[in-house]
């Protein structure tokens, strides 16, 4: 699902990939296997902070700050959410524009705080 508004965009992925055929370390999967950080392995101009894995009781998660350039040229922002629920990885990302990071933090921030995987 992808939502989009005012030059930001909010992706939901509802358990697409397995953990049988992606491992079960989510900040693995997050960093080098999830389709939606693709541009920023590709990208010439690109970076990463605050990549970590938490352990929430059983559920594993991953988080992260990226950044690169996208297809039109423009420097986007962009956090990530990679958590396994039920044997599949489900990912929150919001993107923005990188002189946005803050605004990118914030929404980023209600929708992990709301999303419940399966729900």
Not at 75 to 93: C, K, M, P, S, T
């Amino acid at each position: 699902m992808r939502y989009t508004g005012g030059g930001f965009t909010m992706i939901v992925v509802p358990g697409r990939d397995s953990v049988r055929d992606n491992g079960s370390d989510p900040l693995v999967y997050q960093n080098a296997r999830e389709r939606e950080l693709e541009p920023w392995r590709a990208s010439s101009w690109s970076g990463a902070e605050r990549t970590l894995r938490v352990d929430i009781g059983s559920t594993a998660t991953a988080t992260g700050s990226y950044w690169w350039l996208d297809g039109t040229g423009r420097e986007v922002f962009v956090r990530n959410l990679a958590l396994i629920d039920g044997g599949r990885y489900h990912v929150v990302q919001v993107i923005g524009p990188y002189t946005e990071r803050d605004k990118v933090s914030e929404i980023y921030e209600e929708a992990t705080k709301a999303f419940r995987p399966g729900r």
